[in-house]
């Protein structure tokens, strides 16, 4: 499918969006589910982009900046496949490749977040100069140039697609061959454990592992929805947390072995 | 002490509102800095009015700063009481202020890593995505407006907490509370993190047929033996609904069997696998294309 110069111009903007906020991680316009939807609305293919951008979503649960370490790549991932899944205009049945393109994609945004922070120190040196002649001006300007730098990071790839076209993007989505797409569907299915693995990795202790077990349990039950689930979770935190102060406190008040025969003994 | 210089609210909201950049100028050496310094300029700008006074202030916030960038906000109001009173001419020396930020960064950044980025954006994004999936432009909207009232309402009182609360708010948060939100947090995330991981970790063994026994005359529909036309179908249906199976043979596959055990077992252990691997310090990035590589040959040889 071919675009038109506003429908372009408005996928660049999308993109230069969601790049900014691949660093601001405030608005999260660089959510697959937001990003691709966003990319569907400007082009006219909503539907496929939302559901390419709800899959992306699974993917990407687990993925975020920590201290200073770089998640891979959602803003990339997101823009660059809706922006090809659109370009190759088999709709909802081109979801599954987009998927498996969006990956190598994210590896590929990584890269350039990490070009694009270490050019953001030699920002920083530059309002170190401005900082010493108090000047507020100059800090702005340079954080607003910081920030842009950081929308082209991902509205210049997006660009770059753009100019390509949706021949090339076509021939080459329809030379992979099914038992590759379909190989690399599977495979997307259990992607989206390695960002569960992530966030258990950083959240488990022996203490909550229980919780783990219990929710691994009930989710068996289909009835039990998502957000039924978390009240579940909620109510057992709290009631937890309640229990384990009360323990607290009783065991600084009674002064008490556990023992009372002892404890007699003891005495005598 | 009449002409004493305080900050308005509306200098508060436009510091909230730029703190919304603080990681655009995220850099490798001394990381959320030139956003913070950019963060506190409308407050700066209030309380100094000298060019020197301007120059040492900026210089003194261009220093290392990295937390959630959520959870800067109550730093960030910590910090305009800090300033505000400096500018009144209370003692707070430049120590003082790096103190407080660097004192606060740190565990408050134990809190907002695991309350937002593991536990309320996995559900959220879940939850959207589970719609998505349907098609429906209810999942990307849901996502974004809650995603975004929740932050913005967070941002804003945790940073009138921390201004009016100024420098006491460290030794608040240093607490209890904090300790039973990160603890509440995890509790939550770890509850629903499995639920995630039985109902979107597709993992499926259906091509492996384990066995395939032909069943009892009357246990399945003869399909032979149905009326013609409209009325065979209903017929089928019915016999289906009573209970019927749709084919001769009764084929079990790997997947019915392990979905005996306990559905999502094999989810669960390509996760655990991940886990270990991580811990390995694997790259994610390796996991995954191992995982897309595994998927295509376990379905070229036909096993999922």
Redesign the interface.
């Known amino acids: 499918m071919n675009l038109n110069a506003i429908q372009m111009i408005l996928v660049v903007l999308v993109a230069f969006l969601a790049g900014?906020e691949g660093?601001?991680?405030?608005?999260?316009f660089h959510?697959p589910?937001?990003a691709?939807?966003?990319i569907g609305l400007v082009t006219g293919q909503?539907?496929?982009c939302?559901?390419l951008?709800?899959?992306l979503?699974?993917i990407?649960?687990?993925w975020?900046n920590?201290?200073?370490a770089v998640a891979?790549d959602a803003a990339l991932a997101a823009i660059a496949s809706a922006i090809i899944l659109v370009l190759g205009g088999q709709g909802r049945a081109g979801v599954s490749s987009a998927i498996?393109i969006a990956?190598p994609l994210?590896?590929a945004g990584?890269l350039l977040t990490i070009l694009a922070?270490?050019i953001?120190?030699l920002?920083?040196h530059i309002?170190?100069r401005?900082?010493?002649?108090?000047s507020?001006a100059k800090?702005?300007m340079?954080?607003?140039i910081?920030?842009a730098m950081?929308g082209l990071r991902i509205a210049i790839p997006a660009a770059l697609i753009l100019a390509v076209g949706a021949g090339p993007v076509k021939s080459m989505l329809n030379a992979m061959p099914t038992?590759?797409t379909?190989?690399?569907?599977?495979?997307?299915?259990?992607?989206?454990?390695?960002?569960?693995?992530?966030?258990?990795?950083?959240?488990?202790?022996r203490?909550?592992?229980p919780?783990?077990?219990?929710?691994?349990?009930?989710?068996?039950i289909s009835e039990l929805t998502?957000?039924a689930?978390?009240g579940?979770?909620?109510a057992?935190?709290?009631i937890?947390?309640n229990l384990s102060k009360m323990g607290g406190s009783g065991n600084g008040g009674g002064s008490g072995t556990g023992d009372p025969v002892g404890d007699i003994i003891d005495k005598y | 002490m009449a002409d004493q210089i305080k900050l308005s609210k509306s200098d508060r909201i436009h510091v909230w509102w730029r703190s919304t950049f603080l990681q655009g100028s995220w850099n490798y050496e001394r990381m959320q800095n030139g956003g913070w310094a950019y963060s506190l300029i409308p407050a700066l700008k209030k309380l100094y009015t000298t060019k020197e006074d301007r120059a040492a202030a900026l210089k003194r916030h261009m220093e290392f700063f990295n937390t959630h960038p959520y959870v800067a906000s109550p730093i960030i109001g910590v910090t305009m009481a800090l300033e505000e009173e400096r500018s009144n001419g209370a003692p707070i020396d430049d120590v003082t202020i790096q103190g407080v930020k660097v004192g606060m960064m740190g565990p408050l950044a134990g809190v907002g890593d695991p309350v937002f980025w593991f536990t309320a954006k996995p559900i959220i994004g879940a939850l959207a995505a589970s719609l998505a999936l349907g098609g429906s432009i209810m999942g990307p909207i849901l996502y974004f407006v809650v995603w975004n009232i929740m932050r913005m309402a967070f941002m804003w009182y945790t940073q009138e907490l921390g201004y009016k609360a100024g420098s006491a708010i460290t030794e608040d948060l240093s607490g209890g509370i904090l300790q039973d939100i990160t603890k509440g947090a995890s509790i939550l995330g770890m509850f629903i993190l499995p639920a995630l991981i039985e109902r979107w970790v597709n993992v499926d063994f259906s091509p492996v047929k384990v066995s395939s026994i032909k069943q009892a005359k009357g246990a399945y529909i003869d399909w032979d033996k149905l009326p013609a036309g409209a009325k065979g179908v209903k017929e089928a249906l019915v016999q289906q609904k009573a209970g019927l199976s749709l084919d001769k043979y009764k084929v079990t596959t790997l997947q019915d069997n392990l979905n005996q055990l306990i559905p999502g077992l094999a989810a669960l252990i390509i996760t655990f696998l991940c886990m270990w691997l991580l811990k390995k310090k694997v790259s994610p990035i390796w996991i995954i294309f191992g995982l897309f590589a595994f998927g295509v040959i376990m379905h070229v040889l036909g096993v999922m």
């Open positions: 900014m660093i601001l991680d405030e608005f999260h959510q589910v937001v691709c939807a966003l909503l539907v496929p939302i559901i951008g709800g899959s979503q699974m990407a649960l687990g975020s920590v201290g200073a891979p498996a990956v994210a590896v990584l922070r270490t953001a120190t920002i920083v309002m170190d401005a900082a010493e002649e108090g507020f800090i702005d340079w954080q607003m910081a920030i950081q038992w590759l379909d190989g690399l569907s599977i495979g997307g299915g259990m992607v989206v454990a390695v960002g569960y693995a992530m966030v258990i990795n950083m959240m488990a202790t203490e909550v592992w919780f783990f077990v219990l929710g691994f349990v009930l989710a068996a998502l957000i689930l978390g579940i979770g909620v057992m935190a709290l937890y947390l």
